[in-house]
């Protein structure tokens, strides 16, 4: 599986929309991007994934570029229970292995 | 209520006392795996399943053992723990190899 580079903090102001970048310049053309999240040692809780297209849903939109070697999870409008440490992860969709390989992530602070 | 329940969810135990940590899912899920989390390491996945009587070592299986009689059910078996295996442990599940993950609340395992 590709690797995938974050930045190690961010902060954002509560009601502002959370820009969080991914770098996967490795990715295969078969290699989805997916992201979790963890809030403080709770179980990572998946967001979203994506192939090509961008991709919306309740909790965050995914657009990734045109070549796929970045990507963005925007939350739209953060709010304080958002602060969590969020996982970039490219992987082989549908691979017999299922493994999820978490690196370090982006800590993200939602501030008042 | 979808959900992977964990138990017991804190444990503290001294070395060389086989314990085992029950993983349970109601969602009839296929897939199944354990990680463990430890600080400055990230999520490391240890065993997975991928279908009844199926199971197969992820990146750190040594020391733990796994089965998988029942689908629901995951348990997580360590024969003689030693304090390197103090860490946090999460089990997770997926309806299929390549769907999102849901993982458990976490189990905080310390042996002393």
């Known amino acids: 599986d590709a690797k995938t580079t974050q930045p190690t903090s961010m902060d954002c102001a509560e009601g502002r929309a959370a820009n969080l970048p991914c770098n996967h310049s490795?990715?295969?053309?078969?290699?989805?991007v997916y992201w979790y999240r963890q809030i403080h040692s709770q179980g990572p809780q998946y967001i979203i994934h994506?192939?090509?297209n961008n991709e919306t849903n309740e909790m965050a939109s995914l657009i990734i570029t045109e070549d796929r070697k970045s990507s963005t999870l925007i939350l739209p409008h953060a709010t304080l229970r958002d602060t969590a440490v969020y996982y970039c992860?490219?992987?082989?969709?549908?691979?017999?292995?299922?493994?999820?390989?978490f690196g370090a992530g982006t800590q993200v602070v939602v501030t008042p | 209520e979808a959900q992977v329940t964990q138990n017991p969810r804190y444990l503290i135990t001294v070395t060389g006392k086989k314990l085992t940590v029950t993983c349970s899912q109601n969602?009839?899920?296929?897939?199944m795996s354990w990680y463990r989390q430890d600080p400055g390491l990230g999520l490391r996945q240890i065993y997975y399943?991928?279908?009844?009587?199926?199971?197969d070592k992820g990146d750190v299986p040594e020391g733990y053992k796994v089965s998988r009689k029942e689908k629901r059910n995951f348990p997580l078996i360590l024969e003689s723990p030693s304090p390197n295996q103090t860490s946090l442990y999460f089990c997770?599940?997926?309806?299929?190899?390549?769907?999102?993950?849901?993982f458990g609340p976490g189990t905080r395992l310390t042996v002393t």
């Open positions: 490795t990715i295969s053309g078969n290699e989805y």
């Open positions: 399943s991928m279908n009844v009587e199926v199971t």
């Open positions: 997770a599940s997926s309806l299929l190899t390549g769907d999102e993950q849901y």
């Open positions: 969602m009839n899920h296929e897939y």
């Open positions: 992860i490219v992987r082989v969709g549908g691979d017999s292995w299922g493994k999820l390989q």
């Open positions: 994506g192939l090509k």
